[in-house]
Nanobody, 116 residues
Framework: QVQLVESGGGLVQAGGSLRLSCATSGFSFSRYSMNWYRQAPGKERELVASIISDGSITSYADSVKGRFTISRDNAKNTVSLQMNSLKPEDTAVYYC?????????WGQGTQVTVSL
């Protein structure tokens, strides 16, 4: 059974940092690209960052470029999102995502709230 489980969200002041993690199981993690999405209240879910299977290529939404870093540990089947210089507009539920066995998979999400 494919599972994605996010953790690490919370409440932080503007300018602070958080590190999100996504623990995975049920598939050959090292063979798949992984993504982080987020969804703010009243807005559509948006792609934040992506990383390919071996971790050599990453990409970011313009809104987070230079502040967020996606990484993965293929030995531990985890993908992380280091978020620095957080802004109130980063407030959202953050989701781990991958397309595994031709099905788009989502975790349950973790809430990130950035206060002024």
């Amino acid at each position: 059974q494919v599972q994605l489980v996010e953790s690490g969200g919370g409440l932080v002041q503007a300018g602070g940092s958080l590190r999100l993690s996504c623990a995975t199981s049920g598939f050959s993690f090292s063979r798949y690209s992984m993504n982080w999405y987020r969804q703010a209240p009243g807005k559509e879910r948006e792609l934040v960052a992506s990383i390919i299977s071996d971790g050599s290529i990453t990409s970011y939404a313009d809104s987070v470029k230079g502040r967020f870093t996606i990484s993965r540990d293929n030995a531990k089947n985890t993908v992380s999102l280091q978020m620095n210089s957080l802004k109130p507009e980063d407030t959202a539920v953050y989701y781990c995502n991958a397309q595994v066995y031709s099905i788009i998979r989502w975790g349950q999400g973790t809430q990130v709230t950035v206060s002024l």
